[in-house]
Every structure is written in C-alpha cells, then in structure tokens.
C-alpha cells in the first residue's frame, strides 16, 4: 500500500510537491515537478496497485461564489489557529471548468469519493489545518512567502516544519538533501521548491492516518459539494508530545550514553580478552539522536511502534562481536552469562530454522553489569542502563549487511522481489554450510601453531611466532589465540625474565595442569595464550598480579588467583 502526497498547484506554471510513504511511514519518493504530465510519470510506479493519494487541491467544485460549505466548517474550528482556507468558487478562473486537482484524479484512475472502499483512491486534505492536530500547534507556521517575512523567518518555521515531519515520518536521504537545501538557500524562491516537497510529505502522511486510523480524521463537507478530510481537533494519533520529549531527554544525556557505549565495548572486549577466546573484531555504537527521533515516531499498521520510546527502544548502546566460527558465537554468549546479567538473549537464527527457513543468523543479548561492576569507576556512565551485543560469525555477518544495504538502503523493484528473496535465501545456506566446515577445519588444526608475525631482531622478547608453536604443543586441545595476543604476553614473560623458551620450558614443568583447569572450570575452549596465563598466575601467584603489563587486569587476576590460591606460591 503506497500513501501519496501531492501539494498540487493550481496551475501548471508553479512547482508541484509529491512524495510517498509506504505502510511503515517510511518516505519512499519526494520531488517536484510542474505538468500533469510529469504527475503521471513520477507517480506511475506508487499508483498501478493499492493506494491512497492525498491531494492538497481541491478535487470538488460547484459553488459559484464565496467559499464551499467544507470551506466554511473548516475554518470555524481552525480559524483560531490561523489555519482558515482560502475561498473556492467556479468564479474564480482556476475553477471555471473543474479542478486540475480531480483532472490528475482521473489520469490517475483514482476513485475520489472519501467514502469509497476501492483500493485505489484520492482524498482532498489541507496541511496547515492537518500540522495544527499532528504537531500540537498553537498557530500556523509561517514558512509561506507572505508580505512582511523575511528569508530568516521563512527558514526557521520550515526548518521547524521539517523537524515535526522527522518525528512522524522515516525520512531518507533526499530528504536530508531538502533540508540542507533549506539551511544554505540566499532566496525565497530556493525555500519555494523545497516547501511544496514538505507539504507534499504532510500530505501523503495525512492519507496514511485516514487509511490507518480514519477514526482520528473528520471529513468536513461531501463529495457532492466538496470535502476536505483532515486529523480531528483534540486528537493525536502520532503521539507528536511524548516523541517529542523522549528525543529531547535523549539529546540532552547523549554525550553520557557515548560514554557508556565505549565503556560497554571495553567490557565485552575485555571478558573476551580475559577468557582468551578469539575474535575478529569487537565494535560498537550509540545510536544518534536523529536514528533515535527515527525509531522513536515509528507506527507500525497506524499504532504507535513504541509507547515509551526512552524504555522500550533497547538498541541505544550497541556492541557487535565477530567470531570466525560457529562455535565461538555460544562460547561468546555463555560467557556474556556467567559474567554479566543476562536480560534477554534471542538466538535469531535458531529462530529462522525453526520456521524452515534460511536467513538472518545472529545471537541477540541484553547485557547490564553484574553486581560486583556496578560500582566500579570503569564503568561509571554504564551502570543502571543495558546494552544489545550482537555475535555473529564473519560470514553471517557478511549476509546480515549486504542484505540490509539491498533491501533497506537501495530499491529493489517489485518485480525482482520474490527472486532476491530466492537467492538471499539461497546464500543463506551456503554460508551456513561453510560456517559449519570452518568449525570443522579449526577443530582438525588443534595443536597446529597459528601464523603470527615474528618480532624484530633487537626485541628482547620470546619471538612471538616461536612461543605460538610452543602454545601449540603445549596445549594441544586448545584453541588459537588473538594474534597480538602472543606478543603482549611474551612480554609479561620478559617482565619475569623469562627470555628463551628453554627457560619457559623449567618454568611450565611443575605446574599441575590437570588441576588447572579443574580449578579454572573452563566452559569454553580456552585458548593457547590463556592456558600460559593461568599457568604463570599458578607459579608466581601475587607477583604475576603485581607485573606492570597486568596493571589494566589485576581485580580479575587477583578474583583467578583466588581460584588457584591451593597450588599457588608467592615465587
């Protein structure tokens, strides 16, 4: 279902505004153009199936003088806001032989009796009388070109006009282009093109509610002496005050929820990095304020998507963990279980099998900190809020952007639909099946020592490549570490003074490994580089905690060495 917006001008000589919005508010075309003829054109995809066009023109003329009755009812309940129409009369030249409006109306092949049930239809609706309901206007904004206004004026209440809209309907980027038209314009008439476009937006949202909720819409006057349908006075189906202030609360504490998305990131990375469990990339954002104002005026089937943006929208501090394999995106997540608080953990591409389906594959969780971290100044601007970390692996997450950038970024035509759902659901499987031979190959490589880059020449370190291969055979059913990994804990080896792998070799040789991990109660494949971490922490207990290159870690060394404490020496 297409909703059409279409700010007609009476004649053909000034620019006409058209926009559309799909059944989600999204806006899905805005322009402007002059001739009927560039009506028909613009508008012929959105308007061949089910539809609603929302005309700002009158479609029903018959009065010879003065204005029609619509006219008149109108203006009595909005007259007061300044939003009163102008007279419509055969009188007048534009109107001596019919309306252009009902003419675009009949090329269109669009039934405009307002109390038609057709799927394809046309209404006539007045946007200032229609902004008064949606935004909670107390008058008019005054962004027409009027004696007396000047351009600082006419920007500010269109600009004004376009943040009302931004609250109501998902905008694009063409409309982002629109309003930096609007900020940069040096004339009026800059500001003309860019309105019609506006209100051709207000209008196709108007038919949206007639369509969705017409019990919000009062039709004043009839199709035989004309009408204008417009939202009721003391209604507001967009809930416009409670977006409103949800996006000023987000706006004023959104440098705090930065803080608190980076602390959320260093959270996540940190449990990973401590449990030694590998990862391409650990990532993250804090949704802006604008995707928020986005989210926050969704309607979903003409109800409000969320009633209480502020608490229901949970996506504000995200973090996104990439695995290379399957495997590690349920080691990830029973991780997350046993150090944090678990909200809400949604398996979406368990989800998707269960409907017989391949598709969107990623593990959805709800974090917030746990009790012991709540208080801890690390986590200052974290506490008392959750974030969304998603897990996914390398090649579900491939899919997951691709798909998004196909669907909800480009356009994809209707009839190619059914066929990129084919082939999207095709590479689904593939990837899901390679997903499954990663897991496979990794779990044959156990033992075999992982590429690491060697160290310089002149670095006093154990060479990193070196100790992997030593890892390697040490702890052969464990798993590789991170990269960097090998080379920051060769140098928590030269901190001990340990600098050949004969020497590490003595060191490893009393430690009763067996009892090591009894005592650490792995859940997950640890891998090699944690292994070695345990391992020194067992032999040299306090002093492996107090080592400089530890100092970022030492609560969570000193929590391990309790664990360990039975087997441990001061050495």
């Keep these: ?50 539809c609603l066009v929302a005309i700002d023109a009158p479609l029903v003329v018959k009065n010879a003088t003065g204005s029609r009755p619509a006219e008149k009812a109108l203006s009595k309940d909005f007259r007061r806001f300044d939003a009163g129409t102008h ?22 092949g669009l039934d405009i009796d307002p109390r038609s049930g057709r799927a394809r239809r046309a209404i006539e609706v007045y946007p200032h009388a229609a902004s008064v309901v949606l935004f909670g206007l107390d008058t008019i904004l005054k962004y027409k070109n009027k004696p007396g206004r000047d351009l600082d004026l006419l920007r500010a209440e269109l600009l004004r006009l376009m943040s009302h809209v931004e609250q109501i309907v998902v905008t694009d980027e063409t409309w982002a282009g629109l309003r930096s038209q609007v900020e940069k314009a040096t004339r009026k008439s800059e500001l003309r093109v860019v309105e019609d476009q506006v209100d051709a937006v207000v209008c196709a949202y108007v038919g949206f509610v007639a369509d969705r909720t017409p019990d919000l819409v009062t039709t004043y006057g009839d199709l035989d002496s004309g009408y204008i349908v417009t939202p009721t006075l003391g209604t507001s189906p967009t809930r416009t005050d409670v977006v409103r202030e949800a996006v000023q609360t987000y706006a004023a504490t959104h440098d705090d929820l930065t803080r608190a998305g980076a602390e959320a990131v260093a959270l996540v990375r940190g449990i990973l990095d401590e449990a030694g469990i590998n990862y391409l990339s650990v990532t993250g954002r804090t949704k802006g304020v604008a995707s928020f104002a986005e989210k926050a005026a969704r309607m979903l089937a003409g109800v409000p998507a969320y009633s209480d943006p502020l608490r229901q929208i949970t996506d504000q501090l995200g973090v996104r963990v990439i695995t290379y394999v399957e495997d590690d995106v349920d080691a990830v997540a029973d991780l997350l279980g046993e150090q944090v608080i678990v909200q809400d953990d949604r398996d979406m591409g368990q989800e998707t099998a269960d409907e017989g389906r391949f598709g969107y594959a990623s593990r959805h969780l709800m974090i917030a900190l746990d009790a012991a971290r709540e208080s801890h100044p690390d986590f200052a601007h974290l506490g008392g809020r ?20 196909i669907r909800y970024k480009g356009t994809v035509p209707a009839e190619h639909a059914r066929e990129f759902d084919r082939r999207f659901a095709l590479a689904a499987g593939l990837l899901e099946l390679a997903d499954r031979e990663f897991s496979q190959i990794r779990e044959r490589l156990r033992g075999v020592a992982p590429e690491v880059q060697a160290g310089a020449d002149d670095d006093p370190r154990i060479d990193p490549r070196e100790l992997a291969a030593f890892l390697a055979g040490q702890y052969s059913e464990a798993g590789w570490s991170r990269t960097e990994h090998y080379g920051w804990i060769s140098g928590l080896l030269l901190e001990l003074g340990i600098t050949s792998l004969a020497e590490l070799g003595d060191v490893l040789r009393p430690v009763d490994e067996a009892l090591v991990t009894q005592r650490m109660d792995y859940r997950h494949p640890a891998g090699a580089v944690r292994r070695l971490d345990d391992a020194l922490l067992w032999v040299y207990g306090d002093r492996f905690v107090g080592l400089h290159g530890n100092a970022h870690r030492r609560d969570g060394l000193a929590a391990r060495l309790a664990r360990l404490a039975p087997g441990t020496t001061s050495g």
């Design 87 to 108: 007279p419509t009369n055969t009188g007048k030249r534009e109107f001596a032989n019919g309306s252009r409006g009902a003419r675009v109306a009949k090329r269109l």
């Design 1 to 50: 279902m297409h909703y059409v917006g279409v700010d007609l001008a009476w004649g053909e000589k000034q620019p006409t505004g058209l926009a559309v919005v799909d059944e989600h508010a999204r806006l899905l075309h805005v322009s402007a153009v002059r001739t009927d003829d560039d009506i028909d054109a613009e508008l012929a995809a959105y308007v061949a199936g089910d």
């Design 386 to 405: 959750a974030a969304q970390v998603q897990v996914r692996t390398v090649l579900q997450h491939a899919w997951a952007e691709f798909e998004h950038d």
